[in-house]
């Protein structure tokens, strides 16, 4: 391949043409799908990916190392890899979504947002009581956890030094960590010490999701107090602003389009525990938008209570099952997008 | 509006490590006082004593007394904050604070400590400020545009404007041109020959050329060694710390010998 007359640029080296990836791929898939069906017979899709696949690694390594060279192949290896992890943890979540939204529409209509089990045996029905419930429950912890974790993470970024500093961010680490359904037990008990045995209802479950949600917002908030720049504290207080002012005034705006996304994602990682609310609030059929009397139905509570003890005809239940699943997703989503917007307003300010 | 300052056998301490060591100084009013050294030699230390600024650092403490026309800064019972609120503070890197608009970081002296300004008064402490940075031409127009949209020397004047809103006795200020281009340097050379006709100025400054035209003294740290105290090795007026110092050490730090 040395020609004499030509100079060539050292600076080259040989490219594999563009369709050599799809070409081998294919391939590759074919070669699998040939091996499965002889050697591993009879034929099934998921093998023959699985084979494709694993033979498209090396032999796309040893094409480009032919032609590409060392570095290019070892490059392509690592990008191939790379994005099959990518793919790879794609792929349940979109499995997820799919089924639980071509399971869930078959009732996704106006009698579920508008009516509960009230009386219900069989056919219609709805999930108005447990929406009802989850918006209330998740409510209250909400409202009770953002204002303890926030203040929590202020006191060990701005003001905790030595010993209680180190034991309440070590004990936030350790109940970032507690079973869901500790966190159902210890509120049952508390109510049971305060307000006697069998005290279950909607309250009794926000305490529980607080024990599990206070720990994520002051995680979340303390990282995000931290990177507030420090150069930022010491204009403030050589404006001769006061400490307390400082982090009123200064550190929290400039860290709250980060807080306001974290306390939103505490939200929805709570919105969906089941076993704390099975244990603290328990189940009912009808609507009770009362939080200090008589159980309250939440919305994972209702899909387990579906899918677990159906009536005749299974099938009524399990798709009320699903779109209550359904629900509660579109609920996530439209609180991540609430959270998104709200941080891009709060964003500090820039562009001229 | 501007107030001498009279440091005594001041020590500075970052822990138990000691920082700065046994410095004494006036500091006169109505004048730019330059301080001058090599790195590490503790200037900026030194500085941040100048309003309290040193302790908060966590474990940073001072042994001393700093005199503001004879009220010791750190006397018993010495509130920080009214140090603060007199003698006010530019930094090395542009600190605008980026939630707030053009004229809310000027005015932010006043607004974060919730003293309530008419919108007159406030119109024209803003302009003043903005015109005594030399600002206000180039942003009187997007006073309402965020502060961080500027460029780093604009931002520089916009921390100095803030700094002078507050109207201190004293202005201090921490290598306040080392982020900035030749000509944004200029334009914040040519504002401190303005602000020492009403304020007390004190410069630190890695540049001797910039030491050399703004300031009237000049004083010059050194240490020992790594480890070693940054000490006080000479303070006189600027033109005799630059042709005849009567130490060695500061003539070769400023021929350019070492440092």
Known sequence: MTTLTTRTNPLTAGQLPRFTLVATMAGCLIAGGVIDSIALAPFDLGTTVFLGLVLFLPVMYILSRGVEGRRAAANRTATHLITGAFLLTLLPLVSLLWETLSNGVERFDVQFFTSSMRNVIGEGGGAVHAIYGTLIVTGIATIVSVPIGLMCAIYLVEYGRGALARSITF???????IPSIVAGLFAYALMAILFGPGTINGLAGSIALS?????????????????????????????????????????????????????????????????????????????????????????????????????????????????????????????????????????????? | MSKRIEINDLNCYYGKFKAVEDVSMTIQPRSVTAFIGPSGCGKSTFLRTLNRMHEVIPGAYVEGEVLLDGNNLYGAQVDPVSVRRQVGMVFQRPNPFPTMTIKDNVLAGYRLNNQRLKGSEADSLLERSLRGANLWEEVKNRLDKPGSGLSGGQQQRLCIARAIAMRPEVLLMDEPCSALDPISTLAVEDLIQELKETYTIVIVTHNMQQAARVSDETAFFNIAGTGAPGRLIEMGTTEKIFSTPDVQDTEDYITGRFG
């Open chain 1, 171 to 177: 004990f936030v680490d350790v109940m970032t960590g």
């Open chain 1, 211 to 352: 024990v599990l949600m206070i720990p994520i917002v002051v995680r979340a908030t303390e990282e995000l107090l931290k990177v507030v720049p420090n150069e930022l504290r010491e204009a403030s207080y050589a404006l001769g602003v006061p400490k307390w002012r400082t982090i009123i005034a200064v550190v929290l705006p400039t860290a709250l389009s980060g807080i306001v996304s974290g306390v939103i994602l505490a939200i929805a990682r709570i919105i969906g525990e089941t076993a704390p609310l099975m244990i603290a609030a328990g189940f009912t059929n009808s609507v009770n938008t009362n939080p200090t009397a008589n159980p309250m139905m939440t919305l994972p509570v209702f899909v387990y209570d579906q899918y677990a003890h159906p009536g005749i005809d299974r099938s009524f239940y399990n798709e009320r099952a699903w779109t209550g699943a359904l629900t509660l997703i579109l609920i996530v989503m439209a609180l991540n997008l609430l959270g998104r917007l709200i941080a891009k307003r709060f964003a500090p300010k820039t562009g001229r």
